[in-house]
Nanobody
Framework: QLQLVESGGGLVQPGGSLRLSCAASGFSLDYYVIVWFRQAPGKEREGVSCISSSGSRTNYADSVKGRFTISRDNAKNTAYLQMNSLRPEDTAVYYC??????????????????WGQGTQVTVSS
């Protein structure tokens, strides 16, 4: 089955850290741009970060710059989102998506070949 599977979400206190993983199953991520999105209750889905297929280029939403780091390990067929200095407003379901188009857009309305099922991140004391 061709799919993306996210993991690593959970409950963390403000100021804490989490690392999310996005693992591909049934296909190789080598030629895909990976994008992380999030959606909080009652809000629209928003782009958080993306990374080029080679890993040489990245893009971040202003709200997470300096706190989140995206990376990938093509040998492990997995991408990651390291989230530091977490804030309550980071609470959301986080999704990863993959596109064959070599672009660094964070627009959730573009076409993505694959989407994960999401992982919940809750930042609360």
């Amino acid at each position: 089955q061709l799919q993306l599977v996210e993991s690593g979400g959970g409950l963390v206190q403000p100021g804490g850290s989490l690392r999310l993983s996005c693992a591909a199953s049934g296909f190789s991520l080598d030629y895909y741009v990976i994008v992380w999105f999030r959606q909080a209750p009652g809000k629209e889905r928003e782009g958080v970060s993306c990374i080029s297929s080679s890993g040489s280029r990245t893009n971040y939403a202003d709200s997470v710059k300096g706190r989140f780091t995206i990376s990938r390990d093509n040998a492990k067929n997995t991408a990651y989102l390291q989230m530091n200095s977490l804030r309550p407003e980071d609470t959301a379901v986080y999704y990863c998506a993959a596109t064959f188009q070599e672009r660094l857009s964070l627009d959730p309305d573009l076409f993505y070949e694959y989407w994960g099922q999401g992982t919940q991140v809750t930042v609360s004391s």
